[in-house]
């Protein structure tokens, strides 16, 4: 997977160069369009799946911009994680993070805002911050607090910040439309096998996730002739401090054969499937489902 020595992954493929340490003076004087690296945005990378993909992408040479809600700590050191994987990997990348609620109109827009003032451009928006509810509660019984919370972190977030950064997309590319062959920039939303897979104990979330895999097909038809490709990734069990209160549950599920592969997924896992589709291994796909679930989606007889 990874791109050869002198050459950057996704759209921009030019020589690469040494981007100033994040934080560092030389950061602070750089100019934003000296940028050489391709740039993603991630939600909720400070922690879980939305780190292992940002692990995964500086691996690959991105620079990054790490949303965070709350845990700044956290999203710091998630960062410093990403600069030493990718010095392992032989790559300089800029990293910056970001505190920004999703759910918050306002906060969304400082946060594009900020990724605008810092890089030239945006070649992967990933969509992955999420939530579950509180409680899990039958679905005769769930209150509509927990309704509105799930359904403006997991949809309405996703819904317009990728309105916001497809438009920005849309401004660095110019008017100019794109040969079908090119591929300007690419965006990602995490979902879940609850899109399709009826709990009745956590209605909320489920109807969330169904709502993002409608989110990717309307940003896919709309976005394709500008070059930008749209993909759903959609998680099975994956082992994150969100499953960490049921792991006995599905310790015992997939033991009992939950799944055709007998594991639990890794947060590694979902970063490798976004990679592949942020290298540009889809050229022909867009719209498209990739299921990390270990084979949860299968039927069989
Ligand atoms: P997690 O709870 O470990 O991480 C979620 C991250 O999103 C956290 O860093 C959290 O702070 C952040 N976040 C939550 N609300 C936010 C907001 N309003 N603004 C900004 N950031 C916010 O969970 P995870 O397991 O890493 O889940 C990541 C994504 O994957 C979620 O969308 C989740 O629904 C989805 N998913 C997870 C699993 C699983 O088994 N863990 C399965 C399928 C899908």
Not at 1 to 16: D, E, F, K, Q, Y
Not at 25 to 38: C, E, I, K, Y
Not at 194 to 209: F, M
Request: hydrophobic fraction near 45%; proline fraction near 5%; include cysteine.
């Amino acid at each position: 997977m990874a791109c050869a020595p002198g050459s950057v992954p996704g759209p921009l493929n030019m020589p690469r160069r040494k981007a100033p340490r994040s934080g560092s003076r030389a950061a602070r004087l750089t100019p934003r369009f000296l940028s050489v690296n391709p740039m993603a945005i991630i939600t909720g990378a400070s922690r879980g799946i939305g780190r292992g993909i940002a692990r995964r992408l500086a691996m690959e040479g991105w620079d990054l911009v790490l949303n965070y809600a709350r845990n700044e700590a956290a999203a710091r050191d998630a960062a410093e994680e990403c600069r030493h994987e990718a010095r392992q990997m032989g790559r300089e990348v800029r990293v910056e993070v970001f505190g920004a609620d999703i759910a918050e109109g306002s906060q969304r827009e400082s946060l594009v805002r900020f990724a605008k003032t810092t890089f030239a451009a945006c070649q992967l928006l990933v969509n992955n911050a999420g939530v579950a509810p509180v409680v899990r509660a039958d679905i005769l019984d769930a209150g509509e607090d927990s309704f509105d919370r799930l359904i403006s972190t997991n949809l309405k977030g996703p819904y317009f910040l990728t309105q916001q950064v497809a438009r920005w997309m849309l401004e660095i590319a110019g008017p100019e439309k794109p040969p079908a062959t090119k591929v300007v920039a690419r965006i990602v939303f995490v979902s879940s096998i609850s899109a399709y897979t009826a709990s009745v104990n956590r209605g909320d979330y489920c109807v969330s996730k169904a709502g993002v895999a409608m989110l990717c097909k309307l940003f896919a038809a709309r976005l394709a002739e500008h070059g930008i490709h749209v993909f759903e990734v959609r998680p099975g069990v994956i082992a994150t401090d969100m499953t960490g209160p049921v792991k006995e549950k599905y310790d015992r599920l997939i033991a009992d054969g939950l799944t055709p592969i007998r594991r639990w997924g890794s947060a590694e896992d979902v970063g490798k499937a976004v990679a592949a589709i942020a290298q540009g291994f889809l050229p022909f796909s867009t719209g498209e489902v990739i299921n990390v679930d270990g084979g949860f989606h299968l039927r069989t007889l």
